[in-house]
């Protein structure tokens, strides 16, 4: 059976994203419209919480984790916004660089300069 908290922890999560998206940006993209939407799909499977975060973090280009190209915009807002839905998570985007991947500040600080995040 899937998921159901998981899957409305998530779907929470991707509104506040596309509302700090639309905030910060003026409108909403393709890429805000699209967050999350394959971890809300994985939660749909017999897989277990640990393993959908980690095909989720590899896949995702809003993940520092990921395999690909990043999208460090689309990352600054996850970050930005992950404190307005995960208790776990009560750090700003600027905060959860200089914490969590401070080998990041070179791609992330302009970022967070244009969007005046700082």
């Given at each position: 059976?899937?998921?159901?908290?998981?899957?409305?922890?998530?779907?929470?999560?991707?509104?506040?994203?596309?509302?700090?998206?639309?905030?910060?940006?003026?409108?909403?993209?393709?890429?805000?419209?699209?967050?999350?939407?394959?971890?809300?799909?994985?939660?749909?499977?017999?897989?277990?919480?640990?393993?959908?975060?980690?095909?989720?973090?590899?896949?995702?280009?809003?993940?520092?984790?990921?395999?690909?190209?990043?999208?460090y915009l689309e990352m600054v807002i996850d970050w930005e916004c992950?404190?307005?839905?995960?208790?776990?998570?009560?750090?700003?985007?600027?905060?959860?660089?200089?914490?969590?991947?401070?080998?990041?500040?070179?791609?992330?600080?302009?970022?967070?300069?244009?969007?005046?995040?700082?």
């Open positions: 059976m899937f998921n159901l908290k998981l899957i409305s922890y998530t779907w929470k999560h991707k509104i506040a994203f596309l509302k700090v998206e639309k905030q910060l940006l003026g409108k909403n993209t393709l890429p805000g419209y699209l967050h999350d939407i394959d971890k809300i799909l994985l939660y749909l499977l017999p897989l277990n919480k640990k393993n959908i975060r980690n095909i989720h973090r590899r896949w995702s280009r809003h993940h520092v984790e990921s395999k690909g190209k990043k999208n992950a404190r307005f839905t995960k208790l776990d998570k009560s750090l700003n985007a600027y905060e959860t660089m200089m914490r969590y991947y401070p080998q990041e500040k070179d791609n992330i600080l302009p970022i967070l300069k244009k969007l005046k995040l700082i």
